[in-house]
């Protein structure tokens, strides 16, 4: 039986190879065809390497973009230490507190009859306004909150306190709200917000470091910008009569406001006319105020000169 499969199985071997031999031989291409195969084939053969070389273009690219990201990436990784090493984190959970009375120069219309005609006169007044500030964990949110409710703005000057006073304490206050709570005791139409920036500024340095202990009999007023200079403010005599009238025996101003403008009337003929003049007359803020008002004046710079007088 095994004699027998092996002799089918030799047989059929012969049997296809025979075949393949006589019968699956490839055809020989015609000259025409054989030439267009070239043709085609050498010009996948250009394609490819045109190809390639774009393909090494793109990845000397590739390579370049990389080298560059790579740069960045040590640039703001540097940035980021150094900003960590400048700056220390608000430490979790810190909360501060701290609260001064502020002069500010408050407006309100009075109304009179004259005849048949109502007038308005606008009447400017000085007023103490409770100014207070909390510190708690948060978002890095800065809050205003006044009370009652008053057109004022003090958000920009609220932003730029907290800016100047972190830097001051180098913390970031990147986790942490700083609320600000501005209070009077009747609704205030319009008060000069920005003069409030130096004293805000100091509440939240204060309130930052719970050491930190402000000196209520003194008061200031100035706006503030981000390199922490104390910048000029009108209503200087309003203001210190407020202060005075509250309690307060010093008032801080900023060096710009070191001088006073009066002016005088003057009356000239000049043929048949009369001209009426206004000449400005300086006077020395701190002499009138001190003698006319009966508080003591230091005049400031910088936020390091608030907190050396106010601490």
Do not use: H
Not at 227 to 240: A, H, L
Request: glycine letters at 6%; one cysteine or more; a negative charge.
């Amino acid at each position: 039986m095994v004699k027998k499969i092996l002799t089918f199985l030799l047989i059929l071997s012969l049997a296809l190879n025979a075949y393949f031999v006589w019968f699956a031989q490839p055809q020989p291409l015609g000259a025409g065809e054989s030439a267009e195969q070239i043709r085609e084939m050498q010009a996948r053969i250009n394609s490819l390497e045109e190809e390639n070389e774009a393909l090494k273009v793109q990845v000397l690219l590739n390579n370049q973009s990389l080298q560059s990201y790579a740069s960045q990436i040590e640039f703001y990784r540097n940035r980021v230490v150094e900003l960590e090493t400048t700056f220390q984190a608000c430490p979790v959970g810190q909360e501060g507190f701290a609260t001064l009375q502020a002069p500010a120069v408050v407006q309100r219309i009075e109304e009179g009859e004259n005849g048949p005609f109502v007038s308005e006169t606008v009447i400017e007044e000085g007023a103490l306004i409770d100014v207070s500030v909390e510190v708690r964990p948060g978002k890095g949110r800065v809050l205003v909150q006044t009370t009652p409710l008053m057109g004022v703005v003090f958000q920009d000057a609220a932003n730029t306190a907290v800016f100047v006073a972190q830097d001051q304490a180098n913390m970031s206050l990147t986790g942490t709200d700083t609320i600000f709570s501005i209070m009077a005791e009747e609704p205030i139409p319009a008060v000069d917000g920005p003069s409030a920036g130096a004293l805000m500024t100091l509440l939240t340095i204060a309130a930052l470091d719970n050491n930190t202990k402000l000196n209520d009999s003194v008061t200031l007023t100035g706006t503030i910008d981000s390199e922490g200079n104390v910048g000029p403010i009108s209503g200087v005599i309003e203001k210190s009569e407020a202060a005075k009238a509250g309690g307060k025996t010093l008032i801080l101003l900023p060096r710009e406001n070191d001088q006073l403008v009066s002016y005088t009337y003057v009356q000239r003929d000049a043929g048949p006319f009369t001209i009426v003049e206004r000449k400005p007359e300086f006077i020395d803020t701190e002499e009138f105020i001190e003698e006319n008002v009966g508080i003591d004046v230091e005049f400031v710079d910088t936020i390091e000169d608030v907190v050396r007088y106010a601490v």
